[in-house]
């Protein structure tokens, strides 16, 4: 399985570089020889995210051929800086998502990304969450809110705000490659992963 998390400048920093740690951490232990990338969609080699990390991307979304998008939130109730508010109006990068699904590639998103996903009407009809301040956008989009941490419907996945991405994140490592391994992973990191999750 191949990954790709994708950055735009104001992406908050917890909803990208959280799950990346924990899938790769998942990869390591399952030793398996699939990866986890940071892209852009443009391909521009690195962003700054909401709190003023700077951050490298790997490549461009779409170019290494991923089974998984992962898209972060961050910066939708402001609408005068970066974030997922300013990508959503902009529109490209839902196209490209959209593109991408159309062409069998899963969509998980975090927090606000969420809307990034609903934006082309990908959560239709569908079970999903996000981030508590976009709720009413979410439903507005079409979606199915659900009080829960994180959702799969299989091909797409959402989790609520922040650090829930980490719940989708082990989530994730326990669906591709098992309980024992997921086991390990949240030992590494002394966490403990929040098991509200709906599988759909």
């Not at 969509?107 to 969450?129: H, N, Q, W, Y």
């Not at 996945?157 to 994730?172: E, K, M, R």
Request: charged letters at 30%.
């Amino acid at each position: 399985m191949n990954v790709e998390i994708v950055l735009y400048e104001g992406f908050d920093e917890l909803d990208a570089v959280g799950p990346y740690e924990v899938l790769a951490n998942g990869f390591r232990y399952a030793d398996s020889e699939g990866r986890v990338q940071m892209v852009t969609r443009d391909g521009r080699d690195a962003v700054t995210a909401s709190h003023g990390l700077r951050v490298g991307a790997d490549g461009r979304l779409g170019d290494g051929d991923p089974d998984l998008v992962v898209v972060p939130g961050g910066g939708w109730s402001d609408h005068d800086s970066p974030g997922a508010r300013a990508e959503y109006d902009d529109g490209r990068l839902p196209t490209r998502l959209a593109e991408l699904y159309d062409a069998g590639v899963s969509l998980a998103s975090v927090c606000t990304g969420g809307m990034l996903v609903a934006k082309p009407g990908l959560f239709e009809d569908r079970p999903a969450i996000t981030h508590a301040s976009a709720l009413d956008d979410l439903a507005a989009a079409g979606a199915d809110v659900r009080d829960v941490r994180v959702v799969d419907t299989g091909d797409l996945l959402s989790a609520g705000g922040v650090t829930s991405g980490l719940d989708l994140a082990f989530h994730l490592v326990e669906r591709e490659f098992g309980e024992r391994v997921a086991d390990r992973v949240a030992r590494e990191m002394e966490y403990e992963p929040n098991d509200d999750v709906l599988v759909v």
